[in-house]
């Protein structure tokens, strides 16, 4: 495996499929950014439904530290994975990478601790391996990374 981080000019070729990555990153930030920001603004989860048994018992007690999360993370960190893949910023598929893989983590993280499933999380672990493809094939594309 090589990895080469930094192309010469600091800007690099955008294929047609890191669009789908912006959009799977945009879909995401729209709903991620208010309901991070409700949950960090009612901790107990009563503002959008979630019932506040199903994190009490958890590691983090309430929602305000998973509301940090969704807000900080897979909400302004898509954006700014939208945004330097729009200016064909070096960075955009290593960015994109670890947010797909942190989405798959965050969801995981979901199914293991809540008592109940939703549609939404089997939707957004899906977003999160679409978005890890992109990256993958796009760090090869760009000779970022070689794997085969």
Same mark, same amino acid.
């Given at each position: 495996?090589?990895?080469?981080?930094? $192309?010469? #000019?600091?800007?690099?070729?955008?294929?047609?499929?890191?669009?789908? /990555?912006?959009?799977?990153?945009?879909?995401?930030?729209v709903?991620? *950014? $208010?309901? +991070?920001?409700?949950?960090?603004? #009612?901790?107990? +989860?009563? /503002?959008? /439904?979630?019932?506040? #048994?199903? *994190?009490?018992?958890?590691?983090? &007690?309430s929602?305000? *530290? $998973? @509301?940090?999360?969704?807000?900080?993370?897979? &909400?302004?960190?898509?954006? *700014?994975?939208?945004?330097?893949? &729009?200016?064909?910023?070096?960075?955009?598929?290593?960015?994109?990478?670890?947010?797909?893989? /942190?989405?798959?983590?965050?969801?995981?993280? =979901?199914?293991?601790i809540?008592?109940?499933?939703?549609?939404? =999380?089997?939707?957004?672990?899906?977003?999160?391996?679409?978005? @890890?493809?992109?990256?993958?094939?796009?760090?090869?594309?760009? #000779? =970022?990374?070689?794997?085969?």
């Amino acid at each position: 495996m090589h990895a080469h981080l930094i $192309p010469a #000019d600091h800007r690099i070729a955008r294929p047609w499929y890191a669009w789908l /990555g912006v959009a799977l990153e945009l879909a995401t930030a729209v709903t991620a *950014i $208010p309901v +991070g920001w409700m949950l960090m603004t #009612d901790p107990t +989860g009563a /503002g959008i /439904g979630l019932p506040s #048994d199903w *994190i009490e018992s958890s590691p983090f &007690g309430s929602y305000l *530290i $998973p @509301g940090l999360y969704l807000f900080a993370v897979n &909400g302004v960190g898509m954006v *700014i994975a939208a945004v330097l893949t &729009g200016i064909r910023h070096w960075s955009a598929p290593w960015l994109t990478a670890a947010l797909g893989v /942190g989405l798959i983590v965050w969801i995981l993280v =979901q199914l293991a601790i809540m008592p109940e499933t939703m549609w939404l =999380q089997w939707t957004f672990l899906s977003v999160g391996i679409a978005m @890890g493809l992109v990256a993958l094939f796009w760090l090869r594309r760009t #000779d =970022q990374l070689r794997l085969w």
